[in-house]
């Protein structure tokens, strides 16, 4: 049931929740990987296709803007090997918080089928 405008003056308030999708499970597709934690996945959001930018909680992998070259050396191969496993694929993504940087944290996430 949608809220009228002054449902919303009479009921939003400072202690409203932040948007979250914390614990909830999803099936999305990978559109891209960025590099071994990151990757950017499309799901379905309020009757809509949604991308988002998503982490891996806990992995922290070689940064493919690294200063350093041998670190991104490592980070393309690290990106490639997830790359090959996950790209365009279903998976099951169980979801946490957003970060600092807006990205969607991911739990887990595992190939579901295609």
């Not at 614990?23 to 597709?29: H, R, V, Y």
């Not at 393309?76 to 944290?105: N, T």
């Amino acid at each position: 049931m949608p809220f009228s405008d002054q449902d919303i003056f009479e009921q939003g308030h400072v202690k409203t929740p932040l948007f979250s999708l914390e614990g909830q499970t999803m099936i999305a597709k990978v559109v891209k990987v960025y590099d071994a934690d990151t990757i950017h996945i499309v799901l379905p959001l309020f009757n809509k296709l949604m991308k988002f930018k998503t982490r891996f909680i806990g992995i922290d992998s070689a940064e493919i803007r690294s200063k350093n070259p041998d670190e991104k050396i490592h980070a393309k191969k690290a990106r490639d090997i997830l790359k090959s496993k996950i790209h365009d694929k279903l998976v099951r993504v169980e979801c946490g918080e957003f970060d600092k940087y807006g990205r969607l944290g991911r739990r887990r996430s595992t190939e579901f089928h295609r």
